[in-house]
């Protein structure tokens, strides 16, 4: 059984042995599916299964269960809690991340949501739950009940990762730190000197003091620079600091500030950028790079492609016709991707979506509207397309890293080559106005099919690329460097030579200068998975014309906003004038 995290004590933690009756329960109960009684604190839950919130429900119980699903516990709240609780202004509840939507009851009242249902389909996969309990809805020395309802698209699903717990609300969260930038965006230009300026403010009815810590951490870890000012605050101030500091080498960093006193503690990083587009990290391809891609085009031009539509008359609509497509790709591979069209007849541009890393492609992914042709595809070892090969996650990354000629990513691109193959067979689609987009490794895919293809793509939008500058990437992230680590310095698989040169011939940066088509990049400056440093490594080695977009307080998964500015960026290269919501 995973220890729950603790939190320091200050924040009056409720769950050590000391207040064993608030204690959460390490077992909640669980089932799959979706109703709205689930919600009530009435309802009977008894004959649900036991789950861990801290493990999503894939690696306890349902593998590969996609849906909805509802957890419910019940915790009992000593009235001794009370007047702390109503000074603070209640409690915090604490669900750690969620895969992938939530909506959250306390009592029958909602108290939170992250993410947005069906049918505007967002995800949150990576964001923590942090959900104020009101003092109005706390029933003290009873009972109280949680409900959480989760929606999982692929993936893993449901509660993981912590820390799961009810604490009394403190100090800190009725503390806030705020940048105060000029630029919305966080990324700083042209300046000889730095100013970063952000403000402390107080929701306290009493006044507080203490001191304000701020570090300048550069996104490799390297501190730069420390600074600390006393903190006297009236209730209800807000106060401004000020960090000068010299121009910064092209690169990301983050100001990292803790507000505190005897009492308690507020820790906040904001993250920013300085002169990302003059990052130099050279392509470093090796000599037969061309030969090697060249190579691979003409296996797979020598592979039957034996494409098969397959309606499938169930998830067609007034609006759209949805097939199940099969073909064969590089090593005689089977891959499937879905295929919608709009009803009406015509010639229409086609946008193929490519996926994350262990994610699956649904049907529903790949609505465009009514004047956009979309193909989700699934490439080798994901979703739908894993009859013949399914190293799983993980082992992915891995698969055939020895040999550069059976190395996964190599069948990988080809099978977007492929589909891309498909789409130039039907009459229904515009060749001159075919795009590609995705995020993470799909911003990888994207990246390498417009390179590889660059006679086909008119635009590419890539999301957070990954598989981008692996030297410096296994310096930046901890995953997926650990994975390599265990091969090459527990398992000896391999040496770090001969990883970096199979994955030279997959880098991203080694392919971006052969993109002719207009890009759109999505950065999220606080992405730990993903991070900016290796998005704009080769997004800085692509000549074609392009952009981008920096959501400062975004991390690997990006906020809706990018998928409208992503759509608006397709169809002004497409020639079509309205949004896609504008378009149904």
């Known amino acids: 059984m995973k220890k729950r995290c603790l939190i320091p004590l200050f924040l009056i933690l409720l769950q050590t042995a000391a207040f064993g009756q608030l204690q959460l329960p390490e077992q909640w109960k669980f089932h799959a599916g979706d109703s709205s009684a689930w919600s009530s604190p009435g309802f009977d839950d008894s004959q649900w299964v036991d789950i861990d919130p801290l493990s999503n429900w894939e690696s306890q119980m349902m593998p590969d269960y996609d849906g ?54 967002t995800t949150a996969w990576d964001q923590n739950r942090l959900y104020a309990v009101p003092m109005e809805e706390v029933l003290w020395d009873q009972y109280n009940s949680i409900a959480v309802r989760v929606f999982d698209s692929t993936g893993g699903g449901g509660l993981y990762g912590g820390p799961v717990e009810l604490t009394l609300k403190g100090l800190s969260e009725n503390i806030s730190v705020n940048g105060l930038f000029d630029v919305a965006d966080h990324i700083l230009k042209n300046a000889d000197k730095a100013e970063l300026r952000f403000e402390v403010v107080s929701s306290l009815t009493f006044n507080i003091e203490g001191e304000v810590k701020a570090e300048i951490v550069s996104d490799f870890g390297q501190s730069l620079r420390s600074y600390n000012w006393p903190l006297k605050l009236k209730a209800q101030q807000r106060k401004a600091f000020v960090v000068e500091m010299d121009a910064f080498d092209p690169g990301f960093y983050h100001l990292d500030i803790r507000v505190g006193n005897d009492e308690f503690a507020k820790n906040t990083r904001i993250s920013f950028g300085y002169e990302p587009e003059k990052i130099n990290s050279p392509a470093n391809p090796q000599a037969d790079f061309d030969a090697y891609w060249a190579r691979a085009g003409k296996e797979l031009a020598a592979v039957d492609p034996q494409f098969r539509m397959i309606r499938k008359d169930s998830l067609c609509t007034n609006r759209r016709e949805v097939y199940l497509i099969e073909m064969r790709s590089l090593g005689n591979v089977l891959i499937r991707a879905w295929y919608s069209v709009p009803k009406a007849a015509g010639v229409y541009p086609a946008v193929m979506m490519v996926q994350g890393y262990s994610s699956t492609i649904m049907p529903e992914f790949v ?100 598989l981008s500058d692996f030297e410096d990437y296994f310096k930046l992230a901890r995953w997926p460097a650990n994975e390599f680590t265990e091969w090459v310095e527990e398992k000896q698989m391999l040496s770090w030579n001969q990883v970096f040169y199979t994955l030279s011939y997959i880098d991203i940066k080694n392919l971006a200068d052969k993109i002719k088509a207009p890009m759109l990049m999505g950065v999220g400056l606080k992405d730990d998975v993903c991070p900016p440093h290796i998005n704009f490594a080769a997004y800085n080695l692509v000549t074609s014309p392009k952009q ?37």
């Open 68 to 121: 909805f699903g509802w957890y419910r516990v019940k915790v009992f709240i000593p009235a001794k809690y009370q007047e702390k609780a109503k000074k603070y202004g209640g409690l915090m509840l604490s669900l750690g991340k969620i895969d992938d939507v939530d909506m959250t009851w306390f009592n029958g009242r909602v108290i939170g949501a992250t993410g947005s249902f069906a049918p505007d389909y």
């Open 367 to 466: 609505d465009y509207g009514d004047d956009i042709i979309g193909l989700g595809l699934n490439i080798r070892g994901h979703g739908n397309s894993q009859s013949n090969i399914r190293p799983g996650f993980p082992g992915y990354l891995q698969h055939q890293l020895h040999d550069k000629e059976m190395y996964i990513y190599r069948g990988a691109y080809m099978d977007c080559a492929r589909a891309l193959d498909f789409l130039f067979t039907r009459p229904e689609v515009d060749k001159n106005r075919v795009g590609v987009e995705g995020g993470s490794q799909g911003g990888a895919l994207t990246f390498a099919t417009a390179a590889l293809n660059n006679d086909r793509i008119a635009v590419c939008v890539p999301g957070v690329p990954f």
């Open 548 to 584: 981008y977009i920096v959501y400062p307080d975004a991390g690997h998964g990006l906020p809706r906003d990018f998928d409208r500015m992503k759509m608006d960026f397709i169809r002004q290269q497409f020639g079509l004038d309205q949004s896609r919501e504008d378009s149904k």
